[in-house]
């Protein structure tokens, strides 16, 4: 259950667990979320924001920074959507067998699915990554040793993937935008938690060997996530 609360001017939600360490982050959105044991106060929590309130108005100024490359996108003809990195402009047409298509390097758009166009590309989002999702799983599974209990693809607001304790793994719609080299980073990452739950640095130590240029492909997901919207 997600508490809200706010700390000099910082709203931030709250989340606990039984894990024993506490966890601040900054979302996809800017939105300050914390992870905590469940037997932390609301003193222990202030104490926790004011030792990071540098780092938190830092992040959140940064956040504001990149999401100036944020695209607001119309269901129009000649619009380009993201798949796998590369843009593709929207055609509408009349009749197809199928709501969406991509086709001769173009998305086509059945003209009577207007009113549901935003639902009808998740759905074909959804569809095509968890196939592509699987494949990468396949490649990199072996060579960490880990074997994930499912896989879902879903819509998760402000993340581009979980873990969780019972390993299950969650990747958001999304990272269908994403070019293959930073899906990868994506699902390595997911991968490398089943054996490092925190982003410690055993963690990235593990993530390195199996994607020793892990922090180019961060990278870009950083500056370009933003983008990565309908």
Partial sequence: MMEVFTYKKIEYSVKRSKRKTASIYIERDGSVSLLIPEAFTKDMIEKMLESQLYQ????????EDLNTTRVYREFVNGEGFLYLGSSYRLQIVEDQATPLLLKHGFFKLRKKELHKARDVFKEFYKTKVIVKINERINLFADKLGVNPNSVKVMDLQNRWASCSTNGNLNFNWKCAMAPLKVLDYIVAHELVHLIHPNHNEAFWNELDKI????????TWLKINGASMEL
Avoid: C, G, M
């Fill in 211 to 218: 994607l020793p240029d892990y922090h180019q492909r961060k």
């Fill in 56 to 63: 938190i108005y830092k992040h959140i100024a940064n956040w």
